[in-house]
């Protein structure tokens, strides 16, 4: 705490970190993917809620449930990716609040009332979540290719409509289809003859003020 991380953490995580869009044949366990959730859980979210759902995607025949939602540029990556993550949202996240934010019991009931606040705050968290994933697969020596090119009602009909299976849970169904797909992102330990030269970014002056 209140001490940085050396400059080589700095890189494996930001700096030196790519999208990788081609895979090594090296496969990534299921301890793996328990401990990358177990990592990225303890990211903060709104009133604790941890709106985001995950399905992980890694038999074939789950990534070819996924085929036909790919834009056909994303489809080959993903076939070839170790993992896919679906990373979704629950639309109904405030029903877990009572074990989640217990000392204040009046967050349910104001998610409750306002669906347009309760679906603005589950997309802005699992977006977070899913950044989170982001740096904490980087943290474990893995690599990612996330993706928004992907068809978002194909997705939550195939993976999260009431009674189909989740692949890739510990939970056997996603209740009722209120889980909504926000992005996908490709894991696995990334093939760099795969990368094209790193894009810039704004520089300080062009993003940020202070003020
Ligand atoms: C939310 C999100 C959606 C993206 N969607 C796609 C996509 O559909 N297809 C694709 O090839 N790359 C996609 N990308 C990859 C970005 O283009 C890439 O991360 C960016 O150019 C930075 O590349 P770098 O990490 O190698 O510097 C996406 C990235 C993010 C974070």
Redesign the pocket.
């Known amino acids: 705490m209140g001490q940085a991380l050396d400059g080589s953490a700095l890189d494996a995580l930001f700096r030196e970190?790519?999208?990788y869009?081609k895979w090594l044949p090296k496969p990534v366990t299921d301890q793996t993917v328990r401990d990358l959730y177990d990592l990225l859980k303890w990211g903060p979210t709104s009133a604790n809620a941890g709106p985001a759902r995950f399905a992980f995607l890694r038999s074939k025949e789950a990534k070819e449930r996924l085929r036909p939602a790919l834009?056909p540029?994303?489809i080959e990556?993903t076939m070839t990716a170790p993992v896919t993550a679906i990373v979704a949202y629950d639309t109904k996240f405030h029903e877990q609040l009572p074990k989640l934010f217990p000392h204040n019991p009046g967050m349910v009931k104001l998610f409750e009332s306002n669906p347009e606040l309760a679906n603005a705050t589950a997309k802005r968290n699992s977006s977070l979540q899913g950044a989170y994933l982001i740096i904490a697969a980087r943290g474990l020596g893995l690599d990612c290719?996330?993706?928004?090119?992907f068809d978002h009602a194909k997705v939550d009909q195939e993976f999260f409509a009431a009674g189909k299976p989740c692949f890739g849970c510990d939970q056997e169904f996603f209740p009722e289809g209120h889980v909504k797909s926000n992005?996908l992102c490709n894991l696995g330990y990334g093939d760099p003859s795969g990368?094209h030269p790193?894009?810039p970014r704004l520089p300080f002056n062009e993003a940020c003020s202070l003020l």
Do not use: V
């Open positions: 970190a790519r999208t869009s834009a540029s994303n990556k290719g996330p993706m928004s090119g992005f990368l790193r894009l």
